[in-house]
């Protein structure tokens, strides 16, 4: 079942501004993780926040997480045409799920030269 | 360089007919994952393994088989039973952490499986 809403399916912009991406998610987690899909290959992990942390960076990288909501925000900011690529949101449930990462749908980001 | 490597990149399958996708890991990991991917789609979880000789149905595994007879090993059997296998499927393989839980997966480039 896929758990993990995300917003907006595609997001456009101009190199250097910031990109914000949401996930939205129905059961309580252990941890939301973020990825990163470029076009025809396998995901790339990019951070981990745990279900206790509310805001974590990491480089450009800014995620924030909000329990009470279920949701989690990206932010990259001072975007590359690098950055261009699909990011999903996964959430872990712990427990006895054996790492199971249950997937958003994702957001396309294309960031113009 | 440790990683997964999944192959072929590009397979094509015709009625009837049963193919199996290669996933191999050298990151020493216990547990491994298959996912398929459809265009525009997140991932959606097949099977999955903790250990050797042990693996657990997820939420789309009718018409797949796999086996884990190695660690390092974790092959998918796309079978005729699935009607609908053009996909882009990927491999996965993670390790627990010693703060408990999980660690964050890794992943290999996929296969692309399409009907002839």
């Known amino acids: 079942s896929q758990q993990g809403e995300e917003d907006p399916q595609a997001l456009s912009i101009q190199e250097g501004e910031n990109a914000t991406m949401n996930c939205s998610y129905k059961t309580s987690i252990n941890n939301l993780q973020w990825y990163r899909q470029n076009s025809g290959r396998g995901l790339v992990h990019l951070i981990l926040?745990?279900?206790?942390?509310r805001e974590k960076h990491s480089g450009r990288l800014r995620v924030t997480l909000d329990t009470s909501k279920k949701s989690s925000s990206l932010l990259i900011t001072a975007s590359r045409a690098a950055d261009t690529a699909s990011y999903f949101c996964a959430t872990d449930a712990g427990g006895t799920s054996y790492g199971k990462l249950t997937f958003g749908q994702g957001t396309i980001l294309t960031v113009h030269p | 360089d440790g990683g997964i490597t999944q192959s072929p990149k590009y397979l094509f399958r015709k009625e009837g007919q049963n193919v199996t996708l290669s996933c191999e890991q050298n990151?020493?990991?216990?547990?491994m994952y298959w996912y398929r991917q459809d265009p525009g789609q997140g991932l959606r979880l097949i099977y999955y393994s903790q250990i050797v000789n042990d693996f657990q149905k997820g939420d789309i595994a009718e018409g797949y088989s796999v086996s884990r007879e190695k660690k390092e090993s974790f092959p998918l059997t796309v079978t005729s039973a699935q009607k609908n296998p053009t996909a882009f499927y990927l491999c996965?393989?993670?390790?627990?952490?010693?703060?408990?839980?999980?660690?964050?997966?890794?992943f290999g480039d996929g296969t692309r499986l399409s009907i002839l």
């Open positions: 990151l020493n990991h216990d547990a």
């Open positions: 926040i745990r279900s206790n942390e």
């Open positions: 996965a393989s993670s390790t627990s952490s010693w703060t408990g839980g999980w660690q964050p997966q890794h």
